[in-house]
């Protein structure tokens, strides 16, 4: 169990549905509440789809105080040894930890010197030449050393980065210190990862089998980079974990914000809105986006059906996909992420001669007229047909990140419920595997490689 914060009491993360109300009607959205309420005892009694990957419920109050203490203490002795901490991982072994690192971190941190933690960097997530050599060219210059991530511990991507990545730290270091450079975060019994790793002696951490990818960031996967990075992972499991709490109590609408938002996007998509934009207005929040997409992309996307995950990052996208949100076809509806505070304060400056004609906002905050490009796009957007779900998120630090975390997590399980599908599974994953496995001549897939050869 996380410490309690001894903090004033915090605040908690908001739901506003009013401006979906030209659209759809507040009835449309209660109807689902039912639903929900049934979708929530499936997911918190472990009777529904899936049922064996439900782990991720329960983990933020339930987190082992020794799992969190040996995180510190590896992440500690990893910051002694590098400059740069290499995190090699796909999908949901990668995408969690770069969206709360990025959130937290200051925009220019790879430029500026003098830090006292490791930056991260990222291997194993694509498959770019280029990438690997200009990687390698880095690493040669810096201390570093690395984690492996992989669940099941077969996956292409990464086991190619870390097969080279390997290779590079026992020439750099020699082998005995390599070994003291390298975690594996990988299952606790199976998996060629799971084997490399005994036999080399690496430290291990375990991604519990009741977790799947996409809802691993509070196991190891996501809080041993977190907290490498520097970054306080105790607040991060307790803002879950507070959330997790408001969860269990109630799965009203008007007393859950995660079935709120689960019964909002669908009485949305039933309406014919098929593609949801999550938008954001700071860009720490890219990452944050990606995750979003692959959490929601592969838990909902399957036998036809599944609202599209989308994301922007606005004002700068204002400039570029704002016009076909305002105007393209209406199948579209925002989720606008909108953190309420910032965490620096900077004013615009008065200018004399005012060529710019810009004195008129002299004075005000840089982040007061973000929010005013916030609600004037939230108006332009609604006036052009587009509904807009509104998430707002007190601040940005680790506490907030968690209850955001587990808000999305949830309501992604209870959103899946309610299209009948299995929010924790993701076969489709597999087709593109099998292709370039028969293309790349993998034994055991002879048959398959003859037959695809003769559709080219
Ligand atoms: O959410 C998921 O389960 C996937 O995105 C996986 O995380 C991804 O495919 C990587 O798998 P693994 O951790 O087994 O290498």
């Avoid at 690395?146 to 980065?161: D, N, Q, R």
Wanted: glycine letters at 8%; aromatic letters at 8%.
């Amino acid at each position: 169990m996380p410490n309690k914060l001894n903090k004033t009491k915090m605040k908690s993360l908001k739901v506003d549905i009013r401006k979906t109300a030209g659209f759809i009607s507040e009835g449309a959205v209660y109807a689902f509440e039912n639903q929900m309420i049934k979708n929530h005892e499936a997911v918190l009694n472990k009777t529904g789809k899936g049922n064996d990957f439900l782990g991720w419920v329960d983990l933020p109050s339930t987190i082992d105080e020794s799992l969190l203490k040996s995180i510190a203490s590896s992440a500690a002795k990893m910051q002694e040894k590098a400059e740069l901490f290499v995190v090699i991982g796909i999908g949901g072994s990668y995408l969690g930890a770069r969206a709360v690192i990025e959130a937290l971190q200051d925009n220019f941190a790879a430029l500026k010197t003098g830090r006292n933690k490791p930056f991260i960097i990222y291997a194993g997530q694509n498959i770019g030449e280029d990438y690997m050599s200009q990687l390698l060219s880095l690493l040669d210059k810096h201390d570093y050393a690395l984690t492996v991530i992989s669940k099941s511990g077969t996956t292409t991507e990464p086991a190619i980065a870390f097969r080279i990545l390997k290779n590079h730290l026992e020439e750099k270091y020699g082998k005995k210190e390599a070994v003291e450079r390298i975690i594996a975060i990988t299952d606790q019994e199976k998996g060629a990862l799971k084997k490399l790793a005994d036999d080399e002696g690496y430290q291990t951490y375990v991604v519990p089998d009741d977790v799947g990818g996409r809802y691993s960031v509070l196991t190891p996967v996501g809080l041993l980079p977190i907290a490498v990075a520097g970054y306080d992972i105790r607040q991060l499991v307790q803002g879950a974990a507070d959330m997790e709490g408001l969860n269990r109590k109630s799965a009203r609408l008007n007393d859950n914000p995660m079935a709120l938002y689960a019964a909002t996007r669908n009485a949305l998509y039933q309406s014919g809105k098929n593609v949801e934009i999550l938008v954001n207005y700071l860009p720490n929040l890219y990452y944050l986006t990606e995750w979003w997409k692959q959490l929601y992309g592969e838990s909902e996307g399957k036998e036809n059906k599944g609202i599209f995950p989308a994301g922007v990052n606005f004002t700068t996208d204002l400039h570029s996909m704002g016009q076909y949100i305002q105007e393209g076809e209406r199948m579209l509806f925002e989720t606008v992420l909108s953190v309420e505070e910032p965490n620096t304060k900077m004013t615009i400056p008065s200018d004399g001669q005012n060529l710019d004609g810009l004195n008129y906002i002299a004075g005000k905050r840089i982040d007061e007229v973000n929010k005013m490009a916030e609600l004037g796009t939230m108006l332009a957007h609604v006036d052009g047909g587009v509904p807009n779900i509104r998430l707002s998120l007190p601040g940005i630090n680790e506490y907030y990140l968690g209850q955001l975390i587990y808000f999305f997590e949830m309501a992604c399980a209870l959103s899946g419920y309610t299209l009948d599908v299995n929010p924790f599974d993701q076969p489709g994953v597999e087709a593109y595997k099998k292709n370039m496995f028969a293309l790349l001549g993998k034994p055991g897939f002879e048959k398959a490689t003859e037959e695809i050869r003769k559709r080219l």
